[in-house]
């Protein structure tokens, strides 16, 4: 029996590299770890986003755009998330970070699943995001990441110099869609239980376990072949 967890998550969103970093330290306390089935969804952050990393000005700047406050303010939100993924051990750059389209590294991490590398890759996209400084919109970039996971060379770029996997990474969307999904990192527990945002690591595990015991077959404690009892034919007296 295994627990599926589903997180929808972009590779340039803060928030979804400290959930994930959470999501682990629940899992390293959650006694049945070993039965949970892993799958990183796509969610594009921003689906107009330019393919080159280096249009759209800083880190800052793009906040600023896509929320509609100063510059100044998008930085006090980015010394706050820095400050927070450092407590999660992150170490956050965002004078480096170089945001692009991402819709090419989410292909990647479908590939990435069917070969059971997809959470290696995540944490290096993720990583190279944010602590690295590198253009995950580059397929460059993106081939040298893969290679890195273990991903076979020319399956990379298969995907790349084509639309594979394409109609998977607007199922994942559309499928976040109908959840009614409109931030990330959102976490989906046995199809059933939904968590929204960057939670800390006790509520996450709270509801793996609620999950886990709701998902759970019935544990029998007690059997007496001769105790009384009825069947479909008659009852023991």
């Not at 509609?68 to 998008?74: K, M």
């Not at 019935?218 to 009852?235: E, F, I, W």
Request: charged share 25%.
């Amino acid at each position: 029996m295994s627990l599926k967890v589903e997180v929808w998550s972009d590779v340039v969103c803060p928030w979804c590299y400290i959930g994930k970093r959470r999501l682990e330290a629940a899992l390293a306390r959650f006694a049945h770890r070993g039965e949970v089935e892993l799958v990183w969804r796509s969610f594009e952050l921003d689906v107009s986003a330019s393919p080159s990393a280096a249009e759209g000005g800083t880190y800052a700047q793009r906040l600023a755009a896509k929320y509609g406050c100063s510059v100044d303010e998008a930085q006090v939100m980015i010394d706050q998330m820095t400050a927070t993924a450092a407590s999660e051990g992150l170490d956050f750059r965002f004078d480096l970070a170089r945001p692009g389209n991402t819709f090419d590294a989410h292909r990647l991490l479908h590939l990435a699943l069917e070969y059971g590398h997809q959470d290696e890759l995540k944490e290096r996209l993720d990583r190279a995001t944010f602590t690295e400084g590198s253009p995950v919109s580059d397929h460059r970039a993106l081939r040298g990441l893969c290679a890195q996971v273990g991903l076979p060379e020319a399956e990379v770029d298969a995907v790349l110099t084509s639309n594979r996997y394409s109609d998977a990474v607007r199922a994942d969307e559309a499928q976040a869609q109908a959840y009614g999904i409109s931030g990330v990192p959102f976490f989906v527990i046995d199809g059933r239980y939904g968590i929204s945002g960057a939670q800390p690591a006790d509520a996450i595990l709270q509801a793996l376990d609620t999950a886990w015991s709701e998902h759970s077959p019935l544990t029998l404690v007690a059997q007496d072949g001769d105790a009384p009892s009825c069947d479909g034919d008659s009852c023991a007296v």
